[in-house]
């Protein structure tokens, strides 16, 4: 079946380093979403992207659809405390597929 | 502001004694998800509802059924929770609309335990 696979699975950077993290797929996808979820929380919706190349930016956050439609990146500028928690990202078919997530990218900040 | 609920945030439970979650939405989205996710791994769909139409994953277990009695609530209902059913549950809403554009909004999940 269709599976993500997102590196690196975690990261330990200090305040102030840019971060980036990626996304792969074995299958094609058409839209691909970015979500981060803090501890006892659900996750929140980052980023949606919908075209292959897009370049999309939401505040110090960036994402890309990879021209191939097979994967994705998502960058994050001066990283802060709280960018703390798990990124995950999803891909999905059509909108009426149901919507894969990857694994997800833990990320920690050091002050 | 327009948010999905789960109700409640915490519940604990006794190994085979049934219960009840619930999530309301008031983003008037016309398909809702519950998801599960155990520790340190991604959400696992269970089932969803396309408005009334019931779509269950294959590998859900029959222990686990859902009910949507209107546009705005749905029902998670464990019949007879085990040990390994502890984990958050994640109720989630979109809105499909001709095809395109299909993110999912997240409540913020209710933590299951089983005792």
């Known amino acids: 079946g269709q599976q993500l696979n997102q590196s690196p699975q975690s990261m330990f950077i200090q305040e102030g380093e840019d971060v980036s993290m990626n996304c792969t797929s074995s299958?094609?996808?058409?839209?691909w979403l970015w979500y981060k979820q803090e501890p006892g929380e659900g996750p929140v919706l980052l980023i949606a992207?919908?075209?292959?190349?897009e370049l999309t930016s939401n505040g110090r956050l960036t994402a890309q659809f990879g021209i191939t439609r097979k994967d994705s990146f998502l960058n994050i500028s001066a990283s802060i405390p709280s960018d703390v928690g798990i990124y995950f990202c999803?891909?999905?078919?059509?909108?009426?597929?149901?919507?894969?997530f990857g694994p997800g990218t833990s990320l920690s900040v050091i002050p | 502001d327009a948010m999905v609920i789960q109700n409640p945030r915490y519940q604990v439970t006794q190994f085979g004694k049934p219960v009840t979650l619930s999530c309301s939405q008031t983003?008037?989205?016309?398909?809702m998800y519950w998801y599960q996710q155990k520790s340190s791994q991604a959400p696992k769909l269970l089932f969803h509802?396309?408005?009334?139409?019931?779509?269950n994953e294959a590998d859900t277990p029959d222990n686990f059924q859902s009910r949507r009695p209107n546009t705005s609530f749905c029902f998670l209902d464990i019949r007879s929770p085990g040990l390994g059913d502890a984990a958050m549950y994640l109720c989630?809403?979109?809105?499909?609309?001709?095809?395109?554009?299909?993110?999912?909004?997240f409540g913020p999940g209710t933590r299951l335990t089983v005792l």
């Open positions: 989630a809403t979109s809105r499909l609309r001709g095809g395109t554009y299909n993110e999912q909004f």
């Open positions: 299958s094609i996808f058409n839209t």
């Open positions: 992207l919908y075209k292959a190349g």
């Open positions: 999803a891909g999905q078919w059509a909108s009426y597929d149901k919507v894969i």
């Open positions: 983003l008037n989205h016309n398909v």
């Open positions: 509802y396309y408005d009334k139409d019931f779509n």
